[in-house]
């Protein structure tokens, strides 16, 4: 029988983890969150809900996914034996199920815009109609979603060592390297000054309850916490990496990656006078007409687009990790058929997601659209309730030595962090689920 795979270096192990955090929860969705809910003031709070709740409950699938050395199913039932504990895991390979049917539909977004951008054809007096054509039209939505969803494959397939860890090595540094020269690009338009004022200087009247709990959302499912992703990849550990040193790093990489691409976004916004509470559409729609007016801006945007692909990528192979590591549990040599099986069903089961745009739009399911209620199932209850329980887990059902085993300390900073995941965690998890359904 094959040997279980380890990742072959820790950075390898650093840059896969990050790189499943930072996706499209980094790119996408923080600039436009930030935009909308007071720039600065939504920041601190998500810096501060990640290093606070998100790092701890991040770390406790470290903990639990390293000492396991399994697929999360089966690490659950070998720390919990006899327990019903390892629903977890499965619950995860469900969420993240329902997550990549329709993550991979944005990744198609992505993929049709790059391919526009390539082609020249991508330049628009409105780029909001072009978006909604864009994502109006099925031929082309189902064609961006199947690539995708064959890019992913392909690369899980390979195994973590072939697949995902070759595949990360060089895809993050490349990302945080045209991150950096998109920045200094943004930075020298004309009036960039007031989208760094609109980042940086807080309005304390966005300081608002509304405001933390997307914060502490956004904290979550850019980390990829409650889905047992992070536990699975921590399972290809070895057992002398320092996870307290992992978790921070990854954190502290996800939080460097959000804030520089506000520092790529908001300059350039306010420098060309439009809106940065513009919502989901900021960067489809806003960046191209950034990027259309100015020097070798159909090149910039070609670069964009590939990071974002790469970005976007680096977080599906991880969703789609679960399942496979769970599918093949100890049968290694079924690895390919496996990934293969996973990603035709999940590509099955997004179409209705990758539809709602257009001709399934009015097709209305609680919550919205098909592709609504797949992110109402995941964001709302299958992310807070998976990381409610894992905190949980980690914080009463591990013991004391076994958690201070794997953080290879007994002091304070075991002590703090187990009373987090024991009773802050779960609290400020439980008060966003409720508060969610008072928000509507
Ligand atoms: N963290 C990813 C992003 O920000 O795009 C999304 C994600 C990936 C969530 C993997 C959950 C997961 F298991």
């Not at 930075?187 to 309005?203: C, K, N, Q, Y």
């Not at 997307?214 to 320092?242: C, W």
């Not at 496979?324 to 996973?342: D, H, P, Q, Y």
Request: net charge positive; glycine share 10%; with cysteine.
């Amino acid at each position: 029988m094959k040997q279980r795979e380890q990742w072959t270096s820790k950075i390898g192990f650093v840059l896969a983890a990050a790189g499943s955090a930072i996706g499209l929860g980094a790119i996408w969705k923080f600039p436009y969150m930030t935009g909308s809910n007071g720039g600065s003031v939504f920041l601190l709070l998500f810096i501060l809900c990640t290093v606070s709740i998100g790092l701890p409950i991040l770390l406790a699938e470290f903990i639990i996914g390293r000492r396991g050395q399994h697929d999360a199913v089966t690490s659950l039932k070998i720390l919990a034996p006899g327990r019903k504990w390892y629903w977890i895991g499965w619950m995860g390979v469900g969420t993240s199920f329902i997550l990549l049917s329709f993550y991979s539909v944005v990744g198609g977004w992505i993929l049709s815009y790059l391919y526009r951008a390539l082609f020249f054809q991508l330049s628009s007096s409105d780029y909001g109609k072009l978006f909604t054509e864009i994502i109006a039209n099925p031929v082309e939505v189902l064609a961006g979603q199947a690539v995708f969803m064959l890019l992913t494959v392909w690369i899980v397939q390979g195994g973590i060592k072939g697949g995902i860890e070759r595949a990360s090595r060089w895809m993050m540094p490349l990302l945080f390297l045209f991150f950096i020269v998109l920045a200094i690009r943004s930075l020298t338009l004309e009036g960039a000054v007031e989208g760094l004022r609109f980042l940086f200087i807080p309005d304390w009247s966005y300081l608002t309850g509304k405001t933390f709990l997307l914060a502490l959302g956004q904290a979550f499912f850019s980390l990829s916490v409650g889905v047992t992703a992070m536990m699975t990849y921590a399972s290809y550990l070895p057992k002398e990496e320092r996870l307290g040193q992992s978790a921070w790093n990854v954190s502290l990489l996800n939080i460097f990656i959000s804030v520089l691409a506000g520092v790529v976004i908001f300059p350039a916004v306010f420098a060309l006078g439009h809106s940065p509470s513009e919502g989901p559409g900021l960067i489809f729609v806003i960046l191209p007409a950034i990027f259309n007016e100015i020097p070798f801006g159909g090149f910039f945007m070609i670069v964009f687009f590939i990071l974002m692909l790469f970005a976007t990528l680096t977080s599906s192979i991880s969703m789609l990790e679960i399942g496979v590591s769970t599918g093949i549990g100890k049968n290694l040599e079924k690895r390919k058929r496996v990934a293969w099986m996973f990603g035709i069903l999940i590509f099955v089961v997004g179409i209705p997601s990758a539809l709602s745009f257009g001709v399934l739009s009015n097709w209305k399911l609680p919550g919205g659209t098909f592709f609504d209620f797949a992110d109402m199932l995941t964001s709302r209850f299958g992310l807070p309730i998976g990381a409610l329980l894992i905190s949980f887990f980690a914080g009463f059902l591990m013991t004391k030595d076994e958690t201070a085993d794997e953080l290879k300390t007994r002091g304070a900073i075991h002590s703090i962090w187990k009373g987090i995941v024991r009773y802050l965690a779960p609290l400020a998890i439980i008060i966003i689920f409720i508060a969610s359904f008072w928000n509507g």
